[in-house]
């Protein structure tokens, strides 16, 4: 085999008192796609990072082509050709697209920018990786995933040897991976070192030539990503046997507790109607872009939106989000940097903003806020120090104190907008069980997700959104992928109409 | 919290305080006196009561320049009811609580009104204040016809002991200041209304997200800085018994300084009261040392208030990226 291009040897790494590496070893090949994967929390993000020049290690040593090296600034890293794509967005949001892709090596003519060279070759990128987005658009404006791509074409622009990324897919729709993936392949012919992560491990069987899997901070195995079936990457990484992804379905649910029709949200959707029931899980499916999150934004005073929308049989008006919560209705948001959590503030702020007023009887009662947050913890497993703030949870973390803190405020009616993205496996499961256990507990829940699987394992009936209305609904066996996938695409059932 | 590393932006304010008295009390030996301490205390008060307001508008990630135009047009305001009602109230307490409800009222509706552009309307809080600071200046200006309002000589003095009387031998603005303080470290600390402004300023959208009603509460921070204001300038007017246009220069920036100093930070989302208390101590103590002493000419003054201004910044920004 050729000799790694890119190593950990050893390698450990400690926050303040708290070691979250123990003695990583990890060789990147030319040529070769390596998977890192791992629950929420291993320490994946952190061995990349160090990989990567971004932090250095406690102890241990970063090995380039095979000699021991320390990299004084990513800037260095990045001149011996190692590019990383962080897990969370690294844009500056009020730049465009192509300033982004080429900030801090501009072409330049003279003394001036060469900026129809810069649009040009930015154009060049995007179009390899079948994204059509302007270049000069500013980045604040972009979707999830066009601000993934810029991210991906920003790499690509660098002469890479070692390309590390952390997370890519996890705000891309499938057929935007499988263009990522295409790229990927193209760099491995090249004899690029592809280092990445992802909780979905089907992608991680598609691609991945090598294999790492790391529990609580130190690698369990590693190998040839030949030797592990998805089920068995699944039971290595959570340390138990893996089964049953999905709960069983519910007892038919109770009565209507929300009717929604003819809902507008001006330059989102359209014309949206549907109810939901006690007991039941609603699961709203559609391309990125169809409208599914600015629709239930709407609904729950986020955004204006207008329409009737009844709440147990009441008919109501909502133009602020804590008139909803006061109707016992909540959204629970799939940004959970930006519109989520605070992340200069610790968990327990965090926790409690939500559903501050039950613990505060003319003052905060912080003992309260503390026990809830020992409950919370326990209940959804979050791990990770209580000293330091949120932003430097691991993602799969963050989400899980998201979702604890919608929870603490016991919403009677909750729309959880990509319940999942960047979880686990062994939490995604947890997850799937506690929304189910909600939902059996008489709660009424909409799961807005763009992944299939997820709609279809857990939602009893399943509405299809396309370019901003409803294209159908979808209830029990129906379900079936072909079927959401031709709904939400606008493709015809041909066959099943003629028979 | 439980960290054992001490932290700059804790102990740096303290610190720069203690090295304070210390150097003046070895520079001066009346620097310690009851008089003295007293006298610092109580000229502390009207920057340190508005800069109570200051920290709750700051930490909610907003500004307000207007303070101190305010302060002039509402002690010039209040001036002025009250010589014109005095042919009918005569001097005594009617006439003393009829000023001191017009400063409220004014002051709550100069509060409103910065509020209800900035928070409802959306504009940008600096613009919107460095405007109102313009017009309450011209107001004052134009209502003291270019010189000084002065209350009625009578009226004056039976109005003085609100400055320079009080309680146990501490005047009334030193107790109304210490009442503020209190109040004010609770609130921050431990009241809901506290939490959702350092929630506001970290990032109004997730305190959106999370159902705060983030306009209400941005207004109220102005609302209460304006009350402020007017409390600041009930204590202030019967100390010299005038307005003029020069009345309350400057005390923006002297109540934004001391919120900095204190640690609170200028882009928002966290705040500590009982940091700008001691960062109104730091800036009044500096004053007060130079002249007692003549090591330094007090025309200085500034420039050292300047350079603390920027030291404590930079010690902030030491710690923040050390964490
Ligand atoms: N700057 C930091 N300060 C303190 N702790 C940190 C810091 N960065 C990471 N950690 C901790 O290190 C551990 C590993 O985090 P890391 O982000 O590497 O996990 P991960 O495997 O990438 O998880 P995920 O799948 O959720 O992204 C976590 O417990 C995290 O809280
Ligand atoms: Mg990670």
Redesign the pocket.
Known sequence: MSEPVLALDGVSRS??P?E?LHGVSLALRPGRVHALI??????????MKILAGYQPPTSGTVRLDGAPTAFASIGEAEARGISMIH?EFNLAEQLTVEQNIFLGRELKRGLLLDKPAMRARTRELLDLLDCHVATDRKVSGLSNSDKQMTEIAKALLRETRVLIM??PTAVLTSAETAVLMRQVRALRERGAAILF?S?KLDEVKGIADDLTI?RD?AVVWSGDASEKDEHAMASAMVGREMRDLYPAKGPAPGEVVLEVSGLNVPGHAEDISFTLRRGEILGVAGLIGSGRTETFEGLCGLRAATGEVRVKGRPVTIRHPWEALDLGLCYLTEDRKTRGLLLRKGMRENLTLQALDRFTHGLIDTTAEEAALDKAVREFDI???RA?RVG??????QQKLLFAKTMLSEPEIVVIDEPTR?V?IGTKQQMYGFIRGLATEGRAIVVISSEMQEVIGLADRVLVMRRGRVAGELAGAAASEDAIVRLAMGVLPAEETVA | MKSPKIQMSVVGPVLALVVLLVLGASLNPSFLAWDNVTNVLARSAFIGIIAVGMTFVITAGGLDLSVGSMAAFIAGLMILVMNSALPSLGVGIPIVLLGMAVALAAGLVAGCLNGILISRLGIEAFIVTLGSMGIYRSLVTWLADGGTLSLDFGLRTFYQPVYYGGLFGVSWPIIVFALVVIVGEIAMRSTAFGRHCAAIGSNDQVAKYSSVKVARVRLTTYVVLGLLVGVATILYVPRLGSASPATGLLWELEAIAAVIIGGTMLRGGFGRVWGTVIGVLILSLIGNILNLTDLVSPYLNGAIQGAIIVLAVILQRDTRQGQ
């Open positions: 926050f303040g708290i979250v791992g629950e929420n929390g291993a320490g994946k993000s952190t061995a897990q952390d997370e992560t909780h790391m901070g791990r990770g120090s330091v430097n949870l691991s993602g799969g973390n960047g686990d």
